[in-house]
């Protein structure tokens, strides 16, 4: 068995990644051209246009109002707070916020959409263009500005469960009108590798401004991919809509298997209808799910219960001024400040989200030894124990003293490991802890001589060696006397102590002694 560290987990998938890229699956003479829509859920406390709480894992049907199940007679009151954060999202995207947007109504009839209709905001969104920027230190092999053409505000739908009974299906509303962004990014994409990297992206910003959670695995951050494929100079082909796509790996396997798909279709002498298509993972195909509605089919109206929603200048510079340093910037800047390379840089902004952490760890210490313990001993650690990141028990000051115990001398490196580990169960000082243990390293050189004039005097040959020049029989003596104290002996303290035990009056009057002497 081998333990794999979080920084190898990180430098394979990285490896991987750009294996992916090598071994794309566009046809030669041919090109791909990707959109991709993607709706996060706004990490607001209640939902879009409702008092009900937002939920993940509730029990069922337990978080719905009169409201999110379009009893007769309910009107929405739109929720301040997801404004607030969409409005940050569109400034943080590089996007012109709207000082005026408005509501539609989207006409579709689905089982889990109670109203049998949407709130969304198809015709004035609240945010218009934008762009992300995908550089090399994103993965990508050059830089590339994807362009966003719209951020809009709309409520989630429940979820609906096809195979718990046979033939029928089943209805959880918790999550029915929960806040949505709905990002939605220009044809800028050539291929899988690139989506997956935008898809990346948008969710470390996301998850960097606060406005959404972005997990692809709980569903608070869903993907719908566009997909058209033409030959090299000719124009843009018809495209399909991959839906629902939650994780990136099979987001990029899709992409990859509908392309394929489209190029063999075109060569066989056929024609791509526009429609929309789901993937099958263990097939690795998509498969038609429906025709693909257009606006007519969504018969869109004026949402009749909201008014237009008005912001005015000083709000948005309110909320502009709430914005901290974008996850770019940051990462030039602390590669600049704390002289990290890009993997570390990364790890301690995108895998484990804890560069505040670590900057406040680092005032007035060493930052390499920092990063060392932070990359490696204390994310080691909470690994071990299944803990992330943002649980992380241990707090800035005392990560900081178990740091200065080790660079003033108290401990040990190797006891420094030890200690960490118990830190994250305790809510000791480690210095307590340290004491608490006998860990305590030994620097009192009287005490260190006892044990040495112990050693010469039953090793008398091996001590006539060393003063004879032999500094490989005195590394001998300093590996028996650290033996003896199980590691505590300070290094320099017992380098001093020993050369007193053997007739110098410091180490470095042994060492130049020993190195005077000819070499047999």
């Known amino acids: 068995m081998f333990r794999i560290t979080t920084r190898e987990l990180y430098k394979r998938q990285l490896r991987n990644t750009v294996r992916l890229l090598n071994t794309s699956s566009i046809k030669e003479g041919w090109e791909a051209v990707i959109g991709i829509e993607v709706h996060a859920q706004i990490n607001t406390k209640t939902k879009l246009f409702s008092d009900s709480s937002t939920s993940y894992n509730d029990l069922i049907n337990t978080r719905v109002s009169s409201f999110d199940a379009a009893f007769p007679g309910v009107q929405p009151r739109l929720n301040d707070h997801a404004v607030e954060l ?17 509501f539609d109504r989207k ?7 109670p109203q049998g209709y949407q709130i969304t905001q198809q015709r004035e969104p609240i945010a218009r263009g934008g762009y992300i920027s995908l550089t090399e230190n994103d993965g990508a092999i050059k830089p590339l500005k994807v ?20 033939g029928e299906t089943l209805l959880d509303l918790n999550r029915a009108g929960t806040g949505l962004m709905e990002i939605v990014t220009m044809p800028d994409l050539r291929s899988s590798f690139e989506a997956g990297l935008l898809v990346k992206k948008l969710q470390n910003i996301l998850q960097w401004v606060g406005s959404s959670k972005a997990n692809l695995e709980e569903g608070s951050m869903r993907c719908d991919v566009n997909v058209s494929v033409n030959r090299i100079g000719e124009g843009f082909g018809t495209r399909c809509e991959l839906k629902n796509l939650n994780r990136v790996r099979i987001l990029s396997m899709a992409i990859d298997a509908e392309i394929k798909r489209q190029i063999n279709v075109l060569e066989s002498g056929g024609t791509i209808q526009v429609e929309t298509r789901r993937y099958d993972e263990v097939k690795d195909v998509t498969f038609k799910l429906r025709d693909k509605e257009n606006a007519p089919d969504y018969r869109y109206m004026p949402e009749p219960d909201l008014p237009p929603l008005i912001l005015s200048q000083n709000y948005i510079d309110k909320v502009a001024s709430t914005l901290s340093e974008l996850p770019d910037q940051c990462l030039d800047r602390i590669m600049k400040q704390y002289d990290l390379n890009i993997s570390n840089a990364n790890l301690l902004l995108h895998e484990y989200k804890c560069v505040d952490f670590f900057e406040k760890v680092c005032l007035g210490r060493n930052h390499k030894i920092v990063a060392n313990w932070t990359l490696n001993e204390l994310s080691g650690t909470l690994a071990s124990k299944n803990i992330s990141f943002k649980e992380n028990p241990i707090s800035v000051e005392r990560f900081g003293n178990l740091i200065d115990l080790i660079q003033n001398g108290t401990i040990t490196g190797k006891t420094g490991k030890d200690v960490i580990k118990l830190m994250v169960d305790s809510k000791l000082d480690p210095l307590d802890i340290v004491k608490e243990k006998g ?3 030994i620097t009192d050189i009287s005490q260190l001589r006892s044990l040495c004039d112990e050693l010469v005097n039953k090793s008398p040959e091996k001590a006539k060696a060393v ?21 505590m002996a300070d290094p320099n303290s017992l380098n001093e102590a020993l050369s007193k035990s053997l007739g ?4 470095e009057e042994m060492m130049a002694t020993v190195e005077s002497k000819p070499k047999k």
Not at 147 to 166: A, C, N, V, W, Y
């Open 439 to 441: 860990w305590l390293r």
């Open 504 to 507: 110098w009056n410091s180490y």
């Open 107 to 113: 006409h579709y009839f689905y089982p889990d959409l």
């Open 86 to 102: 969409a409005v940050k999202t569109a400034l943080a995207l590089q996007g012109q916020v709207q000082k005026k947007s408005t």
């Open 467 to 487: 003063q004879n020049g032999d500094s490989k029989l005195f590394k001998w003596f300093i590996g028996r006397v650290m033996g003896r104290t199980k590691g």
């Open 147 to 166: 362009g966003i053409l719209q951020l809009q505000l709309e409520q989630d739908t429940g979820k609906s469960f096809h195979d718990m009974r046979p």
